[in-house]
């Protein structure tokens, strides 16, 4: 390689690197917003007059639509059930945006909110944000990064150094931007099946930005550092738990559709050096921007499509039997010994409560907002840290190509909760007795 073309690829690596850093994690103020670069293009779009409307009601049509057209629909029993309980999206979106139907239905909490809050910012994020995805994933960054990191991710969490990203990406970020990412690089062939499960169940949370909402209900922003900050080092904790027992312990190490794979190399001399050479590499050997770019569009929009019709039928039906069924009453007995172990003054409540957050993360907040302070913060760092649930995360994970079956997120949820449950107990005691 010449001096000018490896300039020419390390100035690539660098701008481009520079753009994909700026829009996916650095928050500037708009107005009275702050927030990443990528968050304002969503918001100002969906200000457009009637694009929700719109938007939303195509996407779910078409997506609905799509796997009987392509014979997709049938391939697995999976696939087969939800294809059918997906066609329920049609009349939901429909009764939302002409508000016809039910009243309960049409409460601000139910069908609204899964419609305006959920799937029309998640399916508008995830296009967007593939328009850029080439400048993180496309031309050295992860690679750079993962050199350095390789000796934090790997022992703890058993993923790649690259996966660092990821896990920054969802708390700054969200969950849906966390996912593109990960299911962009899996099928790139830089993550394994296993490390890719890894990764989805175990950094694709909620960002910080709804962390404040769950914070202002809980009333806890008077402490925002101390229920930030450890409710990141909780929900880390147990992703490092969770990647060393069933299911994920046993899921397969193999590469998307048996390609190669990418496999990160241990570091003995320079890694400033060898991160350098291993970003111009990637740099040099990517294809164009805009070809990159229309790539990653074109599989942004398919997994919009995949999506829109899960998030609206899935999360809708899981907030109808949280608000209408005994089941989650039923569910919280699971997590009733826990609660009660580490002497929360609510313990039924507080297992309850931690068990409609399979149906939707925000659920439990309201049910203890006015718990005592120790209830209240066990509950607000259980609501981030289990990560799994079907208004969005659960429908988006099953959007994209990462190995995971619906026993698995069930599995998985009962896991994370458990373990938040206990591992947030001396965070809770310290709370109580030192910072309120």
């Given amino acids: 390689m010449t001096s000018n073309t490896r300039s020419k690829d390390l100035t690539r690596f660098v701008l481009y690197s520079i753009i994909g850093i700026f829009m996916f994690f650095v928050p500037i103020k708009i107005g009275e917003t702050s927030t990443i670069p990528l968050d304002h293009i969503v918001t100002f779009i969906q200000s457009i007059?009637?694009?929700?409307?719109?938007?939303?009601?195509?996407?779910?049509?078409?997506?609905?639509?799509?796997?009987?057209?392509?014979?997709?629909?049938?391939?697995?029993?999976v696939k087969t059930i939800f294809s059918l309980i997906n066609i329920l999206a049609i009349p939901f979106a429909v009764m939302v945006v002409f508000n016809i139907g039910p009243e309960g239905l049409l409460a601000d909490n139910m069908l609204p909110f899964i419609f305006g809050k959920v799937a029309v910012p998640v399916t508008t994020i995830v296009p967007v944000g593939s328009v850029f995805l080439a400048f993180m994933v496309s031309y050295g960054l992860m690679e750079f990064i993962g050199v350095f990191m390789?000796?934090?991710?790997?022992?703890?969490?058993?993923?790649?150094?690259?996966?660092?990203?990821?896990?920054?990406?969802?708390?700054?970020?969200?969950?849906?931007?966390?996912?593109?990412?990960?299911?962009?690089?899996?099928?790139?062939?830089?993550?394994?099946?296993?490390?890719?499960?890894?990764?989805?169940?175990?950094?694709?949370?909620?960002?910080?930005?709804?962390?404040?909402?769950?914070?202002?209900?809980?009333?806890?922003?008077?402490?925002?550092?101390?229920?930030?900050?450890?409710?990141?080092v909780i929900t880390f904790i147990v992703t490092a738990i969770t990647a060393r027992i069933f299911p994920l312990r046993t899921k397969p190490e193999e590469y998307y559709e048996g390609i190669?794979?990418?496999?990160?190399?241990?570091?003995?001399?320079?890694?400033?050096?060898?991160?350098?050479?291993?970003?111009?590499?990637?740099?040099?050997?990517?294809?164009?921007?805009?070809?990159?770019?229309?790539?990653?569009?074109?599989?942004?929009?398919?997994?919009?499509?995949?999506?829109?019709p899960s998030l609206m039928a899935v999360g809708s039906l899981g907030l109808i039997i949280a608000h209408y069924t005994p089941i989650f009453d039923f569910v919280g007995y699971i997590f009733l010994p826990f609660t009660w172990l580490i002497r929360l003054p609510e313990p039924l409540l507080a297992a309850k409560a931690a068990s409609?957050?399979?149906?939707?993360?925000?659920?439990?907040?309201?049910?203890?907002?006015?718990?005592?302070?120790?209830?209240?913060?066990?509950?607000?760092?259980?609501?981030?840290?289990?990560?799994?649930?079907?208004?969005?995360?659960?429908?988006a994970m099953m959007a994209t190509e990462i190995p995971l079956k619906m026993s698995d997120y069930f599995i998985i949820w009962i896991e994370r909760v458990i373990l938040s449950i206990l591992i947030a107990a001396p965070f809770m005691y310290v709370f109580i007795n030192f910072i309120i």
Avoid: C
């Fill in 49 to 77: 007059p009637f694009y929700k409307e719109t938007y939303g009601l195509i996407l779910i049509f078409v997506g609905v639509i799509r796997p009987f057209i392509n014979k997709t629909w049938n391939k697995t029993k």
């Fill in 150 to 232: 390789r000796p934090i991710m790997v022992p703890i969490w058993k993923t790649p150094g690259k996966s660092a990203v990821d896990a920054v990406a969802s708390f700054v970020g969200s969950y849906s931007l966390a996912l593109l990412i990960t299911n962009r690089v899996y099928k790139e062939g830089m993550y394994t099946g296993k490390e890719a499960a890894i990764i989805a169940t175990g950094f694709s949370t909620v960002s910080a930005a709804f962390m404040i909402i769950v914070a202002k209900t809980l009333g806890l922003m008077d402490h925002w550092n101390f229920y930030f900050w450890s409710t990141v």
């Fill in 356 to 395: 409609t957050t399979i149906a939707e993360m925000f659920l439990a907040a309201p049910i203890v907002a006015e718990a005592s302070m120790a209830t209240k913060y066990v509950i607000g760092v259980v609501s981030i840290s289990e990560i799994l649930f079907f208004s969005a995360s659960i429908p």
């Fill in 260 to 308: 190669s794979g990418d496999v990160e190399q241990d570091v003995t001399g320079s890694k400033w050096n060898y991160a350098i050479n291993e970003a111009i590499t990637v740099s040099k050997n990517a294809p164009s921007i805009i070809e990159n770019t229309k790539n990653n569009l074109k599989d942004g929009l398919g997994l919009a499509f995949n999506m829109a």
